[in-house]
């Protein structure tokens, strides 16, 4: 663009304005930057906008003090070695409290009727569960309520004790001590009682030999399940039962006939496990 008042001389003078626009550089204006979110998707864009994604934040590393301490206290060999605790508090205090006593004593007069009953069966359990002869707490349960009541608590007392025990050894050392077993004796009994629980938990309560904790912690380490384990134990807890149960109501007349039934009934079945132990003694030897 020429300036009108610097004709003359037909020379043409640009202005500073006009040489200033044309020789002026252009600025590029910044295209805007969208940033995406971790994780988010990506928002549409103009044309010639551009993305800068960020990165995803860094995981958490495993392995802190509290994973360690969590996985240390949860191993098999920690809750074996709390199992372990909880029975030698339970069979100490079976020794400092001496519940043979109630065969002297007799139960508290405070307590009566049904509501003793379910109180000795409480007891009764946790007693079995700290390594009590289970004939000592049926005698007690005969003499202090006679042969009906007495049978039913120590029946309910079997059951409970024997789910407590069941389930501890499941929880606490299963996994643990199935590592363990590696004699041919374990790993046939293991595998009886995983295959035929019920068959086999029946035929231990039903002859003597097998003591009655004894077989609560196999069944547990074992693959038995719970309802073949607790209905198998409370069919096979009856005659036994049943027979201390009469002989600690009649203990007064050791010659009545109540009594001397109650007698043969604790005493055939020892006589019959004793005998099948014989049969199979060869059939034991090869295993």
Known sequence: MLDATTRSGGTATASPRAAATEHSVAVATPLPVSIAAPGAPVPAVEAGASV???????????????????RALLSPWSRL???VVLLAAAGTSVLLFEPQRLLEDGWPPQLGGAAAAVAFAVA??????????????NLAAG???????????ALAGTVLGAGVAFGLGRMLGQDALRRLLRGRWLTAADGQLSRHGFRSMMA??????VPFWAANYCAAVSRMGWPAFLFATALGSV????AYAVA????????????????ALIAVPAVVGAVLAWRKRHHLRRL
């Open 52 to 70: 800068v994604p960020v990165p995803d934040a860094p995981a958490d590393v495993p392995g802190g003090p509290l994973a360690r301490c969590s």
């Open 81 to 83: 070695a709390l199992l």
């Open 124 to 137: 009764y359990g946790l007693c079995t569960v700290a390594f009590v002869p289970r004939p000592l707490l």
């Open 143 to 153: 003499a202090v309520f006679g042969s009906q009541l007495g049978l039913a608590s």
């Open 204 to 209: 231990a309560r039903l002859f003597p030999g």
């Open 239 to 242: 005659p036994n039962t049943a």
């Open 248 to 263: 600690g109501a009649r203990a007064s007349a050791p010659t009545s006939p109540a009594f001397l039934v109650a007698l």
